[in-house]
T-cell receptor, first 117, second 112 residues
Framework: DADVTQTPRNRITKTGKRIMLECSQTKGHDRMYWYRQDPGLGLRLIYYSFDVKDINKGEISDGYSVSRQAQAKFSLSLESAIPNQTALYFC????????????????FGPGTRLTVL | AQSVTQLGSHVSVSEGALVLLRCNYSSSVPPYLFWYVQYPNQGLQLLLKYTSAATLVKGINGFEAEFKKSETSFHLTKPSAHMSDAAEYFCAVSAPYSTLTFGKGTMLLVSP
């Protein structure tokens, strides 16, 4: 079974609809992240959470919100989807700093392809 | 703040040729550096990482990268390209206790 799973894998929706993308992990990591990928722009950080009670905005948080329901679950919501939110969305996890340092190696889910019409 | 510049959005090589993907970084503190690979319709997979130990880092699938502080570079190389290496490659930088910042990616095309 995959360590980081995302649901749904594909979603087509209409402008103005509320959408939730879900991420679950079995790696036991404290830290979770949401990114969006657009062709030619790489990955850009939307939100991140270093533990269940911690939520932080990333580079491009406008139009998005998140919920950290448990250590293993981190959801991304688009309150009112718009066409320029059409993208590939990735969830990632990483471990908390250990005795050997904080390398921030991240482990990625398979992605959710979202199309907003 | 950190930033990454990947030179060349597309790189084309022939099978068996040297692969060189360029990455330059900017960081106000000693960085951690990563190369990730993304195969079609998949998530990102870590190829290798530099974490202030050896400057020449070996990764999976025959790839390696050398950290050069004086040049602020972390270029990815492989002596002989294989068709299965065709993918998009991302360089990323992180400061200690900070988040990852990704480059825009380089698509590697391998021709027979």
């Amino acid at each position: 079974d995959a360590d980081v799973t995302q649901t749904p894998r594909n979603r087509i929706t209409k402008t103005g609809k509320r959408i939730m993308l879900e991420c679950s992990q079995t790696k036991g990591h404290d830290r979770m992240y949401w990114y969006r990928q657009d062709p030619g722009l790489g990955l850009r950080l939307i939100y991140y959470s270093f533990d269940v009670k911690d939520i932080n905005k990333g580079e491009i948080s406008d139009g998005y919100s998140v919920s950290r329901q448990a250590q293993a679950k981190f959801s991304l919501s688009l309150e009112s989807a718009i066409p320029n939110q059409t993208a590939l969305y990735f969830c990632a996890t990483s471990d908390a700093p250990g005795s050997s340092g904080d390398y921030n190696e991240q482990f990625f889910g398979p992605g959710t392809r979202l199309t907003v019409l | 703040a950190q930033s990454v510049t990947q030179l060349g959005s597309h790189v084309s090589v022939s099978e068996g040729a040297l692969v060189l993907l360029r990455c330059n970084y900017s960081s106000s503190v000693p960085p951690y550096l990563f190369w990730y690979v993304q195969y079609p319709n998949q998530g990102l997979q870590l190829l290798l990482k530099y974490t202030s130990a050896a400057t020449l880092v070996k990764g999976i699938n025959g790839f390696e990268a050398e950290f050069k502080k004086s040049e602020t570079s972390f270029h990815l190389t492989k002596p002989s390209a294989h068709m299965s290496d065709a993918a998009e490659y991302f360089c990323a930088v992180s400061a200690p206790y900070s988040t990852l910042t990704f480059g825009k990616g380089t698509m590697l095309l391998v021709s027979p």
